[in-house]
């Protein structure tokens, strides 16, 4: 039963361009939504996160963009540098709790 | 820089032995987690801690996982009788959460757990 949903394994952008990484969920009963970046042999580590009453949250070059009626989210990277190659991973929590549930991940790949 | 730190990095073991993972989550957090990821495939939830108790946990988390929190700074994950299957890197996470606190977990680097 998949909650969360990272439907791209992998996503290759030339450094400069922009990076859309996208996560699916079904569960109405999330109300945070979070991206997490993870290096080989590391924790993951926050990103950007995004409450359910909102649609956007921007952060430096980071931005997270939420369709509640589509359930959909997407994390935008303006512009992709090559330090941002790793693994990024859709989480996101149930009002009726703390735990954070996670998508498989998508990994982007930043060519110079 | 406050952060999580586990022990062992890696640690090797014999199929029906028993494991101790150990983690000392950000000393103001009130929640504490284990997640597990297998080799390739994708960061799973196994249980939270608030408050001395297992406040929610997973179908992965059977009768052969404990938690425990022996004192102000540990917080362990027990193995009673790995399995093969076991073998994937455990991540401890805490986080202050609640109210209007955005969900943010705080990750420790993972003990790699090896099941021989």
């Known amino acids: 039963d998949q909650q969360v949903k990272q439907n791209s394994p992998s996503l290759s952008v030339q450094e400069g361009r922009i990076s859309i990484l996208n996560c699916d969920y079904t569960?109405?009963?999330?109300?945070?939504f979070l991206w997490y970046k993870k290096y080989p042999a590391e924790g993951p580590t926050f990103l950007i996160s995004?409450?359910?009453?909102?649609d956007k949250n921007e952060d430096g070059r980071f931005t997270v963009f939420l369709n509640k009626s589509a359930k959909h989210l997407s994390l935008h990277i303006v512009p992709s540098q090559p330090g941002d190659s790793a693994v990024y991973f859709c989480a996101a929590r149930n009002q009726a709790g703390t735990a954070l549930i996670f998508g498989k991940g998508t990994t982007l790949s930043v060519s110079s | 820089e406050p952060e999580v730190t586990q022990t062992p990095s890696h640690q090797v073991t014999q199929m029906g032995q028993e494991v101790i993972l150990r983690c000392v989550p950000i000393s103001n957090h009130l929640y504490f987690y284990w997640y597990r990821q297998i080799l390739g495939q994708k960061v799973e939830f196994l249980v939270s801690?608030?408050?001395?108790?297992?406040?929610?946990k997973s179908e992965i988390f059977d009768d052969q996982f404990s938690v425990e929190r022996p004192d102000g700074s540990n917080f362990t994950l027990k193995i009673r009788s790995t399995k093969l299957e076991d073998s994937a890197m455990y991540f401890c996470a805490s986080g202050l959460a609640g109210g209007t606190n955005t969900g943010e977990l705080f990750f420790g680097e993972g003990s790699r757990l090896t099941v021989l």
């Open positions: 801690f608030y408050n001395n108790e297992i406040s929610e």
């Open positions: 569960n109405s009963m999330f109300d945070y």
């Open positions: 995004i409450s359910s009453i909102k």
